[in-house]
């Protein structure tokens, strides 16, 4: 029945059972006609095609800049190793480093002494000694040249060189030695000079100085001024001798001259020895004077002008030089430069010198 069961639909009763209700008729619509949206995975398509470029060109770019600061890293790591390594040979100062042995060429031996001659300094008796026996030692060597710039030194110093070299030269007598000078070759500078089988000068070279010297101060006077009072305790008379703070006694003064008088004697008799009957009778040559280059060539002192390279090509006839000078290494300019060299040439020049003889 019609409305007895809410959950049954209303059915006509005039319309026969199982037929289908009329549809209404579609009108014609006056609008346009609408275009639906693209399909939503083709944009999620692209949107992620998009995501993923970026993210490669991210890591190519990471790549990238990873494989550079790699390679920056590879470099500076050898350069590190470069300069410790450096560092390291300069610091064990390798023997030889810097020779130039066995070429096989025929070739004239310089050896440098420049500068004081001293037992710490490049001009020290170790350094010269090691390099002209390296020099000698050379079988390509034709001959030495000793070229020397120096104000002189330590008298020990250089006897120990001037002795080496005729050692030297008594080992390979047919290898001549030559000293070329070059602005000074004074006091010790020309005791060493002495030993060479000639000295070649230029017309303007300083030239001997052939004397002994000790030299110091004395503060006695400045303390007294000060009220400064000089407490010097001491076990022998003379124990004190050369002391600054207290006053020199004419005993004292008499020993000194004395000692100076003796390494004075041992000085001219080397000369004497080395430049036999080509030393000039002359009274001023043993006084601690000073010539030109063309004077001491008429005094007998040099025996011509010259340049390392002019006797190398005229002399020796070997025109190719090699230098074999030990110079110094890297730690001894560093400590040079740090103070040690300071600090000892203020105690020579400023500290009062005790017995400091050249």
Known sequence: MYGDDPQRPFEDPQKPAGSTPPQPAVQPSSEPPRYSRPAEPSVAKEDASWERQTIEKLAFAALKEQKTSRRWGIFFKFLTFAYLSILVIGLIGLPGLG???????????????????????????????????????????????????????????????????????????????????????????YYIASAADKIYVDKASIVGSIGVIMDGFGFTGTMEKLGVERRAYHAGENKAFLDPFSPASDTQKEFAMKMLGEIHQQFIDVVKKGRGTRLKDNPDTFTGLMWTGAKSIEMGLADGYGTVDSVARDVLKAETVIDYTEHENVAERLAKRFGASAASEFADRVMPRMGVIR
């Not at 001959?143 to 020990?156: A, C, D």
């Not at 250089?158 to 047919?174: M, T």
Request: proline share 4%; glycine share 12%; charged share 25%.
């Open 99 to 189: 020779k130039k042995d066995g070429l096989g060429e025929k070739h004239t031996a310089l050896v440098e002494l420049r500068g004081v001659i001293d037992s710490t300094g490049a001009a020290s008796a170790d350094k010269l000694t090691s390099s002209l026996a390296a020099a000698f030692k050379d079988d390509n060597s034709v001959g030495v040249v000793l070229r020397i710039n120096s104000p002189g030194g330590s008298p020990v110093q250089a006897g120990i060189v001037y002795d080496e070299i005729k050692r030297l030269r008594g080992k390979y007598p047919n290898k001549p030695l030559y000293v070329v000078v070059e602005d000074l070759c004074a006091s010790g500078g």
